[in-house]
Every structure is written in C-alpha cells, then in structure tokens.
C-alpha cells in the first residue's frame, strides 16, 4: 500500500507542487482545493501522466465537519494519512482597520487557525496511535510580524503559529512530527499571489524576479524542503523554519 500525503490547499504554487513532490517518491498524493474542478483535474492528471498516484477533492474548509469528514474519508477509503500539508492561506489584502469588518476579521481566523485546528482535532490522535506521522504548515511572515493594513491576516497566522508550538509540545513527544514553514517571500503562484496582485502586475514581478534570476520563491524548490523536513530523523526534527530568496532582507531586518 502506498504512503499518503494529503494537501489542503492544493493550488498550482506550492501545494500542487508538494503533491507532486510526494507522487514522484510513491506517495499517493490526495489533493484538495475550494474550487476550480479542472484546475483540480489538471494538477491530477499531470502527477498520474508522470505515473504517479493522485485523487482529487472539492473541500470547502470553512463548513462545519468538512475537515473532519475529509480525514475519515481518506483514512477509510484510501488509507492511513502518512503527511499532510495545511496549505490553506488567509490573506484578504491590506485593509485599515476601518474597512476589515468583522466578518472579513473572523473568516481570516478561521481559514488560518480555527481549520487548522479542526485538521488537527481529527488527524493527530490518529497518528499518535499510529506512533507516527507528519503535519506541515505552511506560513508567512505575517505569523512573526504585523503590518499596517493586516489586522486579520497577522492576527490569524500569529495564531496559527502559536498553535503550531502547542501542537508540537504535545504531539512530538509521541512521534508526530510538526513544522511551521514561514514563506517569507513572494511566491511565483498564478492562482493565488497572481490573483492577489493582478495579472499585469503579476507578470511584471516574474519578468522582473523570476525567469532564472531566483528572486521570487520557487513552489517546486519549496516542495524539496517539505519533502525534506517530512523525512527528517526524529533525532533531528525541525519544528520551524523560514524560507525567502538569496536576495531578500529577513523579516526581522525591515
């Protein structure tokens, strides 16, 4: 039988390609978006055209029991979830704190914290029983620095960060594995910071960062260190990390 992975969040930066990541290395790869159904398709078809394993699903994190109706319908019909990576991102863009009502506030907090919490609720103490097992999360540097204009988002990946510590004081003591990965960089992702920004202004950065120049974070070179850290010996375990280009200032240096 093969491992799982499963990816909530599967877009076509960093989740699809830590999917395909897993897929090359025998992994059954289980990917899950909000929407785009051939989008979807698309990243499933690639890692089978590769002959890889791959199954795609529909998963809309903010409705009550669909995290947890996802983690038993993997666990039953396909098999014990080995890696999960929790892709899911929260940012709505800069608002002043006078246009971030309050349900924009909470929507950021339950797509950063609150479903990553749920995930957790119902997928740990499966892998503690099992003695093993590996949750990733994938951050930004809105979780170790707040902004102007990132009342929710920093709010919410500040608490998604703190939840990570908790799960893994708890957790890593039983075999399962936690790592909090601070994205603190732009990634080249169409479907998520290409719609945040514009797609004119989006391929300005790429022509301008991308294209060899290795300015802009890589999701393929972002899924080797996930694959990585998902492998690491227990005697050497990473609980965080960040990642950004060789030519970008740290967070903590702005």
Known sequence: MSKICLVIGAGAGV???????????????VLCRRSDQE??????????GRGGEATGLLLDATRDGAI?????????????????LFNLGAQIGD????????????LG?????????????????????????TLLVTSATAAVRGNR????????????????????AEFSPKGVHVAHVIIDGMIDAPDTVGKLLGEERYRAIQEQMGNGKD????????????FHIAHQHRSA?????????????PWWNH
């Open 149 to 168: 204009g990132q009342h929710s988002h920093a709010a919410a990946m500040g608490g998604r960060r703190m939840l990570c510590q908790s799960l893994n």
């Open 215 to 226: 300015e802009i974070l890589v999701p393929a070179e972002i899924a080797n260190t996930y």
């Open 15 to 29: 989740g699809g390609s830590v999917a395909a990541r897993f897929a090359t290395e025998g992994y059954h790869a």
């Open 39 to 48: 989008g979807l398709d698309r990243l499933v078809a690639d890692i089978k």
């Open 95 to 106: 608002r002043p704190l006078a246009k971030t009502s309050l349900k924009t506030f909470e």
């Open 68 to 84: 947890e109706d996802l983690v038993e319908k993997v666990e039953s019909g396909i098999g014990p979830i080995d890696v999960v």
């Open 237 to 249: 375990w990473t609980h965080e990390l960040d990642l950004r280009p060789f030519t970008s200032l």
């Open 109 to 133: 907090w339950r797509m950063a914290t609150f479903a990553l919490f749920r995930l957790a609720s119902a997928l740990l103490p499966r892998m503690e029983e099992r003695g093993k097992g």
